[in-house]
């Protein structure tokens, strides 16, 4: 059964960093593409950040374009979220998604497979 944990959330002050960590465990041998979504107080989940199973590619929403770097180790199913000038509209929980049998690519929150509960990020201005 794989398992989705998520670590590395807190509260910071505008402008200040986080880093979030996941590691999807489970499924030997199978390089998962993971992903980052949110969700604030009253807001639909929103996509984040994804990157595909090896590396080679990232995707952002324009959100967090050039705030936020998601990336892994290697073909190992642990990814990391950093986010820098953060802002109180990044206040949410963050939930970290692995995609073993989805369509690549997707944005999508059904598309991934596993999901983790979720870490508290809170930004004060």
């Known amino acids: 059964q794989v398992q989705v944990v998520e670590s590395g959330g807190g509260s910071v002050q505008a402008g200040g960093s986080l880093r979030l960590s996941c590691a999807a465990t489970?499924?030997?041998?199978?390089?998962?593409?993971m992903g980052w979504f949110r969700q604030a107080p009253g807001k639909e989940r929103e996509f984040v950040a994804r990157?595909?199973?090896?590396?080679?590619?990232?995707y952002y929403s324009d959100s967090v374009k050039g705030r936020f770097t998601i990336s892994r180790d290697g073909a190992r199913n642990t990814v990391y979220l950093q986010m820098n000038s953060l802002r109180p509209e990044d206040t949410a929980v963050y939930y970290c998604?692995?995609?073993?049998?989805?369509?690549?690519?997707?944005?999508?929150?059904?598309?991934?497979?596993?999901y983790g509960q979720g870490t508290q990020v809170t930004v004060s201005s």
């Open positions: 998604a692995a995609a073993e049998f989805g369509p690549p690519g997707s944005f999508n929150w059904a598309a991934f497979d596993y």
């Open positions: 990157i595909s199973w090896n590396g080679d590619n990232t």
């Open positions: 489970g499924r030997a041998g199978v390089s998962f593409a």
